[in-house]
């Protein structure tokens, strides 16, 4: 059974929506993070969540966004962590996924490199994939 579109639903919701599935600016790419993060807190991994299709949506269109903008290839993994730290607006301290601040100053400074659990755990959080950092 083909389902039908409700119209005046859609013309109603979808400019709130649309707003989130085109990034053309590094605002526009903030946005969409800060948008993402706070379905990830509120919907997390539960598929049945009324907004989960919509959180999946909106990580392809950061990815795409990310692939596009962010060649990662040319890049060694530190970098990667600074450029997404700086995108995100975070320091050292907001990092204990990685250690305390003394670790991830050696990290940032080429002092110490990332370990496995720590690649993983950033990979998760800032929803790319785990080779971008080795």
């Known amino acids: 059974m083909v389902k039908t579109i409700n119209e005046p639903v859609l013309k109603k919701t979808w400019p709130a929506v649309e707003q989130h599935l085109s990034i053309h600016t590094k605002q526009d790419y903030n946005n969409a993070i800060a948008v993402l993060n706070r379905l990830l807190d ?3 991994d539960n598929d049945r969540h009324p907004l989960y ?3 999946e949506i909106l990580g392809i269109v950061i990815e795409n966004y990310e692939t596009e ?7 060694s993994g530190v970098e990667v962590l600074k450029v997404l ?4 607006n975070l320091n050292q301290a907001d990092l204990p996924e990685i250690g305390s601040q003394g670790v991830v100053s050696e990290i940032l400074n080429g002092k110490r490199q990332l370990n496995v659990n720590q690649i993983k755990k950033l990979a998760e959080r800032f929803n790319v994939g785990p080779a971008v950092f080795l």
Do not use: S
Not at 69 to 75: L, R, T
Not at 85 to 88: A, L, Q, S, T
């Open 53 to 55: 299709g919509f959180l």
């Open 69 to 75: 903008h962010h060649h990662w290839e040319d890049a």
């Open 85 to 88: 730290m700086e995108e995100h």
């Open 42 to 44: 509120e919907v997390g």
